[in-house]
């Protein structure tokens, strides 16, 4: 946890922490790391030495389940959307790097990824499979070890900010985090509304949930990984001044849009805030 020190937060009297889970692993950075856990252990459980999932050409997923499958000395096959673009960009260059095998799918295709998997099974044989991004059960379980950690943090937390992208964060998060803690999730994408059906599908088989959730949509700078000038002139300084980096596609959104937040006097006064760091800074190599 990095506290922010900030006029801002002073005139508007609350204190803010950076939870640094950017920190986790050089290359299986954030959540990506805590949604993989359960799914590598019950892979190797279940004696797979094959992983397989889908993603986007320059996705963090991808990234980092080659490098934890490397890790863990299994192979990956990532499924990648659109067609090969040679040569492969740094994102997919690092995940042939891990061993990781590549395979393309159209983009019509990909919008229906799971019918793809018998077709996968016959090319790949048997394999584990972890969907896009990464989310599903076993992922929530992984975020919730995050949970705990802000739970446990000295400080009373009375609201936790975090970026979504398919929710699968927000859930684990939801599912974990005090019911005496505001959880506010703030999508990447245009059009987030969608997330809230989607989170709750995640959440339909959880118990004793904090309920005392929401999306904040207003933060999505025009839509997934659009390069807006205001935007990268506020990670600019954000680093400059916090020694912090962030990346435009999830962070850097989430991070204007807490700061914008408290300069509106949006959060209670007194409160403490903390904004999830979750990673992904492979971007911006
Ligand atoms: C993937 C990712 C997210 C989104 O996580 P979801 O669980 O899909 O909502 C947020 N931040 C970063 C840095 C990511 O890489």
Not at 52 to 58: N, P
Not at 161 to 187: H, Q, Y
Request: glycine share 10%; hydrophobic share 35%.
């Amino acid at each position: 946890m990095q506290e922010i020190k900030d006029p801002i937060l002073e005139q508007n009297g609350v204190r803010f922490f950076v939870k640094r889970d950017d920190l986790t692993h050089p290359e299986v950075s954030g959540n990506k790391w805590r949604k993989l856990k359960y799914n590598l252990l019950k892979a190797k459980e279940e004696g797979y030495s094959t992983l397989l999932t889908f993603g986007g050409a320059y996705s963090n997923h991808i990234h980092a389940f080659a490098a934890a499958g490397k890790l863990y000395g299994m192979k990956t096959i990532g499924v990648i959307r659109g067609e090969e673009h040679l040569p492969l960009n740094k994102t997919l260059s690092f995940a042939t790097s891990q061993g990781m095998e590549l395979t393309y799918l159209d983009r019509t295709s990909f919008r229906d990824y799971k019918a793809a998997i018998p077709k996968l099974r016959e090319q790949f044989g048997d394999f584990y499979m972890a969907p896009m991004g990464g989310s599903n059960q076993l992922a929530l379980e992984g975020v919730a070890e995050l949970g705990e950690e802000i739970n446990s943090f000295d400080q009373k937390v009375d609201y936790v900010c975090a970026a979504c992208g398919t929710g699968g964060t927000l859930a684990g998060l939801i599912n974990s985090i005090d019911t005496t803690t505001e959880i506010i999730g703030f999508p990447a994408l245009k059009g987030g509304e969608f997330l809230y059906d989607d989170i709750n599908e995640f959440l339909s088989s959880s118990e004793n949930i904090n309920t005392n959730w929401s999306l904040n949509t207003s933060y999505h700078f025009g839509g997934y990984a659009k390069k807006k000038p205001e935007l990268l002139a506020f990670m600019e300084n954000f680093k400059e001044k916090h020694n912090i980096e962030l990346e435009r596609i999830y962070t850097g959104k989430m991070m204007y849009g807490v700061i914008d937040l408290i300069k509106k006097g949006f959060f209670k006064r007194d409160s403490v805030i903390v904004a999830l760091h979750s990673g992904g800074l492979q971007i911006n190599r």
